[in-house]
């Protein structure tokens, strides 16, 4: 072997750079012998749970991840799913937690860019984005200066590639204060033969290193992900990488057209870890090695060396593996795009990844182990001492409000449930002209050009739940994302997800994120929305407090005509109204019981997951034959904010008249978030059909009200219980945020 020109490291270097003692051991059990600086730092960046996952690899495994339309699950770039006629969505969601609490715009924005060169390094051309985004409440100057970046960052990067922003979710909870998220989603549209893979196959190929060149920053991003934010965080903004729109849509064209024409034996994207997870993870899944002389890459900063160049994280960065034959080939296309390529290395037969700089070996060791041999753990759970106490919730000591208009006013007005026009204006969701459902409804949809197809997507999470009861929570987050799907009249296909948890080191977070697993995976089956791939962004925590365990769930549906579109918003005067499912008397977790009595606890709503399946079913059947007129899921704030969102979207009035006869508090009635429940709008000529679909697919249904008027008046039991104009009701919902961020 050649001299390794790099001092050897100790295991003080390796802790530093966030390796266990253990795990040190265990590098230097694999290489027989001391790591110099970058081997060392190549085994902290791909062994970080960012990259290994070696917490939660375990737990993981209890998601299902194959089905009919699986084309490729878990392991890839992005995961992919057959919606017929030789066509495929590819999608995916991921995190930039840490970044986005440093450098809110940097951090949301190279997000946005990584997620999207995920989806295009499987062949697809990026056609949506979707977002999550978790903050602390919007009376802090420092909240709201977050929030600002966060949603700027997205706007300016997304807009720039020219893909629509057309749907997404905003929280604001305590939970989140020292620790934002921000998970991005992309989805793509490919067909079958164009589908790509991220492999180093073919000894002797040649690896091309595209697009801009190589910096410091970003330098150990990986690690950065996964540790805790502390008062040190903001002294590495080195690890937050800054992103460039423009050079990634010359990048992305560029690729595709590669692809296209089959000049591309594998390609992946340089996110975290940089060169070192790309190179390591084609060469592991092809199982070859591969030789890269970092002296060749291209760099934008003077005097770097190797371990700088092989742990950069600097943005708009693809690795190609062609045929020699074919390295002129890629580039003269990457010139066309304005783009450079350069030839860095090669594949080699004796699975090592070997660094050269200058000819001169810097670092070799096994591409296997970096990429899958990392430590794997078993944490152990254990129900949180404080668990049981919040689940707890006396209703006799709940008084019921007076004035039920007021308190739907109120619910309408916090940040949680008010419009979030101020973000989504900030997007462009309409840029190539497919976005047929826009961000606002239940479900954002495209049309799929040259055919009557349309694809709905939607993302979700209830945190409180989680927190309440992780594996209710779980399950909930997997219903809702898909009920909104169904919603619009589409079938819910699969499921990308992004689980934010704490540090799962501590018993009490690993209880939590397994338990959420449980459930999710249990609503998965049931539902038959197999998991293609996601993230795990864990140690979200501040000072040893972490935020709520937040499943965020990315789910994709198709629909066969987008003619039979549904949205949220009431039609036509005179439509019946159908409250379909049933409620109960659940105010635990409730936005009702948080706003009004000042208590973030009791048990989630329940789950009848059965129930679920027969209801989603029936929307999606009910839309194909044409007899809704409006749909929306009855989330946040119970039924008297269905109701009004619902007259807000369509500018109708509605009168309801509900029968409770003493069967349940009428704050629950209202306010209660129960499960499995949606408001539909009929035709009046629909209803008897309507009526007999939902008794054969077992859906308790029933007859509440009409659209009409321009109020939206409750009545139960014959008496008037909320009465609110619509002008009264749509300035409370719709100023809410723009008035609390000019502040």
Not at 370 to 386: F, H, I, K, R
Not at 701 to 708: A, H, I, R
Request: with cysteine; hydrophobic share 40%; charged share 20%.
């Amino acid at each position: 072997m050649h001299k390794l020109h790099l001092e050897l490291q100790s295991l003080d270097s390796a802790t530093a750079m966030g390796l266990k003692p253990q795990e040190y051991e265990k590098v230097i059990e694999i290489m027989g012998r001391v790591p110099n600086l970058v081997e060392l730092g190549m085994f902290a960046v791909m062994w970080s749970e960012h990259c290994s996952y070696k917490h939660s690899r375990r737990a993981l495994r209890q998601f299902p991840t194959t089905g009919a339309r699986v084309l490729q699950g878990p392991g890839e770039n992005a995961g992919v799913v057959d919606i017929g006629d030789d066509l495929a969505l590819v999608f995916k969601i991921e995190s930039h937690n840490h970044p986005s609490a440093i450098e809110p715009y940097q951090g949301a924005a190279t997000g946005v860019g990584g997620i999207v060169r995920d989806v295009f390094a499987m062949g697809a051309r990026p056609v949506a984005l979707l977002n999550s985004l978790r903050f602390g409440e919007l009376d802090s100057a420092h909240q709201r200066w977050l929030f600002s970046g966060v949603v700027a960052g997205i706007a300016g990067y997304g807009n720039c590639l020219g893909i629509p922003t057309v749907g997404g979710e905003v929280y604001f909870n305590q939970s989140y204060t020292g620790n934002c998220l921000v998970n991005a989603m992309c989805v793509g549209l490919i067909d079958h033969a164009s589908l790509a893979k991220g492999k180093a196959a073919g000894v002797g190929n040649r690896v091309i290193l595209i697009g801009a060149s190589t910096g410091r920053d970003g330098i150990h991003g990986a690690t950065f992900a996964s540790e805790e934010l502390s008062e040190q965080s903001a002294k590495k903004r080195p690890s937050v990488q800054v992103g460039d729109p423009f050079m990634e849509k010359l990048l992305l064209e560029a690729c595709l057209e590669l692809i296209k024409d089959k000049v591309i034996i594998g390609m992946q994207d340089l996110g975290a870890a940089g060169l070192t997870s790309s190179s390591s993870e084609m060469a592991a899944r092809a199982g070859t090695g591969l030789e890269l002389d970092v002296a060749r890459v291209p760099r934008r900063e003077s005097n770097m060396n190797p371990y700088e160049i092989m742990l950069s994280e600097s943005q708009e960065r693809m690795l190609l593996v062609v045929e020699p034959e074919k390295v002129s080939i890629v580039a003269e296309r990457c010139a066309k795009w304005g783009l450079t390529a350069t030839d860095v290395g090669q594949v080699t037969d004796d699975g090592l990844l070997r660094i050269l700089d200058d000819g001169e070996v810097a670092a070799e060791l096994s591409a296997a182990a970096l990429a899958s041999e990392g430590p794997v753990y078993s944490p152990v759970g254990a129900v949180p001492a404080w668990q049981e106490s919040v689940r707890c919730l006396d209703y006799s000591t709940i008084k019921e409000p007076q004035d039920l208009s007021e308190v739907l006013v109120a619910l309408l007005s916090t940040p949680n449930i008010a419009s979030k026009e101020w973000v989504y204006r900030q997007y462009d969701h309409m840029v190539r002209g497919d976005t047929v459902i826009l961000p606002g409804s239940d479900a954002a949809m495209l049309r799929i050009k040259g055919t009557q197809k349309g694809i709905a997507m939607s993302v979700d999470c209830n945190s409180r739940y989680v927190y309440l009861d992780p594996y209710t929570g779980g399950a909930i987050a997997v219903a809702e994302a898909a009920r909104n799907v169904a919603c619009s009249g589409a079938e819910p296909l699969a499921v990308t997800n992004c689980l934010n948890f704490g540090n799962p080191e501590k018993p009490e977070v690993f209880y939590q994120l397994n338990s959420a697993i449980q459930g999710m995976a249990a609503a998965c089956n049931a539902l038959n929305t197999p998991v293609t791939g996601g993230n795990v962004s864990l140690y979200n925590e501040t000072k040893g407090q972490a935020i709520y365990p937040t499943p965020t769930v990315g789910m994709v549906g198709l629909i066969e005509d987008i003619e039979k579109r549904v949205t949220q918003g009431f039609k036509n005067e005179g439509d019946t109204v159908y409250l379909l499912g049933t409620t109960h008397d659940e105010l635990g977790g409730s936005e009702y019981l948080k706003l009004r009595h000042g208590l973030e606890q009791g048990m989630p709503p329940q789950l009848n997951l059965q129930l679920e399946v027969h209801l989603q079913k029936l929307l999606v059947s009910a839309a194909k034959q044409g007899l809704l007129r409006s749909a929306h899921d009855c989330a946040e704030g119970g039924l008297a904010v269905t109701l009004s969102e619902s007259a807000i979207s369509g500018s109708k009035g509605v009168v309801i008249e509900l029968i409770n006869q003493g069967a349940l508090r009428l704050d629950s009635l209202l306010f209660g978030e129960s499960q499995s429940r949606v408001i539909v709008s009929v035709a009046p000529q629909d209803n008897a059909q309507f009526e007999l679909l939902c008794g054969g697919h077992n859906v308790p249904c029933q007859t509440v009200g009409k659209v009409q008027g321009r109020s939206v008046v409750v009545r139960v039991d014959g008496q008037e219980v909320i009465a609110k104009t619509l002008g009264e009701i749509q300035k409370a919902w719709r100023e809410a945020i723009p008035c609390l961020m000019s502040q």
